[in-house]
Structure formats: structure tokens, C-alpha cells
């Protein structure tokens, strides 16, 4: 599972460790771009600020996003992406620690794909990501 990137919208540091290592260890090799906020992830997607010399147009295959995030939270990046055309088919995974129907509700009702949450043992984390990394890089098949 290779040539795809993967962006992680990912506030703990530790967290977004966690993932790259289950990535590693589900032997997913693609590229993980790691952003702190929500307000970094859409300069990344639609580079702008920091990401300004991005080519926009090189979207990853896949979007990780953390509901709880500083700046803009990870409903208001999912209302961002769905809003433009350039990114409203961009396959977006809610991975986060909540389990409120208001957040599982109200992400689906903003458009993501899917809604993940995120197991706390370790081994059952490695096998979600190698879940994951099976459906969105390998099976899926992306609108063209």
C-alpha cells in the first residue's frame, strides 16, 4: 500500500506518533502528513500561509480527522472541504475518541465518509489503521 498520501488532522502529538507507528506496523507505507489544527489542515489542502508553494491540485488519497482540534474544530474543516468543489469528493475518516450520537450525527450530516473511533488498546489501533488502509488505498475506488 504504497503512492498515496495521507493527511492527519491530529492536535496530540502522541496521537498522531500512535498513528504513524500503527501505520508502520500495519505495513502501510504511504506518506503521513501530519497538521496540528484545523486552520493548518485547510492552508494545507487549499495551499495557502505556510503551505503556499503546495500544488493544491495534489490532494491526498485519504483525510484522518480529529473532531476536537484548536482553531477550527474538525466539523468546521469537514464543512470547508464539502463547501469547495475541488475538495468535496476528498475521502475524509473521522478518527477520534467520541462517542456522542451529536457527533456522529452531525458528521455524517456534514459529509464524511466515514466515522471511526479510535480503540485505546494499541494492538486493536494497529488493525483499525491496516482496516483502514486496506479500504481507502487498496479497494476503494476514488471518483475521477
Known sequence: ???HTILLIEDNPDD?????IAFAEAGIDSQLVVVGDGAEALDYLFARGAHAGRDAADLPSIVLLD?????LDGREV????????ATRGLPVV?????TEPFDV???YALG??????KPVDFGKFVEVVKQIGLYW???????G
Open 16 to 20: 498522531a506518533e500512535l498513528t504513524r
Open 105 to 107: 450525527e452531525a458528521s
Open 1 to 3: 500500500m504504497s503512492n
Open 78 to 85: 469537514l464543512q470547508a472541504l464539502r463547501a469547495n468543489p
Open 67 to 71: 473532531l476536537n482540534l484548536p482553531k
Open 112 to 117: 464524511v465518509n466515514s466515522y471511526i473511533r
Open 94 to 98: 473521522v478518527l477520534t475518541t467520541s
Open 137 to 143: 488505498l487498496v479497494l476503494n475506488h476514488p471518483r
